[in-house]
């Protein structure tokens, strides 16, 4: 069973165009929301985080909206870049044995065109 | 600092070999995980360890060992490997539980088991 899900697999924006990718989660315990980016033949590195006592955080060109009631959090990435190019994973965490523990989704492979 | 680092980077093994996947962390991090990275299936916990000391299983531990030799260190062992265990396999580092839950990759080990 699928606990954090993620959409869509794959995504083709031009550049200068909005890049979106959902993640929807069960558990109410999560209670710390991740993104990774990842490059090819690279380990992933967060790009940004919220919690969920928030609705929105923007970090540059990258912003994450938290839907509490929906159980849902998105990755927006404005006027995207071709450098943006690479593998994006949501993740949903809780603690479990004295440590954050996070639940990824499956991973959305994102182009951005020149 | 060297962050997380893993060795081997590659590594062909034939069905029923034995390896040990090493990953040592310099950033005094009290937890440390083991992932597996399939295609399509995202990031899968296989262990982890809170503290030193102390091990936990994961989402996938069937197959697989592992030992956190002290703070900075923390290996996984193949004892017979299976062609379903062909994958890439990350090391991970973070504070744990409290305020910066960022988890910290490797640049990850591909094994093949032929």
């Known amino acids: 069973q699928q606990q954090v899900k993620q959409s869509p697999q794959s995504l083709i924006v031009q550049k200068g165009g909005i890049s979106i990718i959902n993640c929807a989660y069960e558990n109410t315990a999560f209670d710390y929301f991740p993104w990774y980016q990842q490059f090819p033949g690279k380990g992933p590195a967060l790009l940004i985080a919220i919690r969920p006592d928030v609705s929105e955080k923007k970090e540059g060109r990258f912003t994450i909206s938290f839907n509490k009631s929906a159980k849902q959090f998105s990755l927006h990435i404005m006027d995207s870049q071709p450098g943006d190019s690479a593998t994006y994973f949501c993740a949903a965490s809780k603690v479990a044995g004295g440590s954050y523990i996070p639940t990824f989704g499956r991973g959305t492979s994102l182009i951005v065109h020149p | ?114």
């Open chain 2, 1 to 114: 600092n060297a962050g997380v680092t893993q060795t081997p980077k590659f590594q062909v093994l034939k069905t029923g070999q034995s390896m040990t996947l090493q990953c040592a962390q310099d950033m005094n991090h009290n937890s440390m995980y083991w992932y597996r990275q399939d295609p399509g299936m995202g990031l899968r916990l296989i262990y982890y360890s809170a503290s030193e000391g102390t091990t936990d299983k994961g989402e996938v531990p069937n197959g697989y060992n592992v030992s956190r030799l002290n703070k900075r260190e923390f290996s996984l062992r193949l004892e017979s490997a299976a062609p379903s265990q062909t994958s890439v396999y990350f090391c991970a580092s973070s504070d744990g539980g409290g305020g910066n839950n960022e988890q910290f990759f490797g640049p990850g080990t591909r094994l093949t088991v032929l």
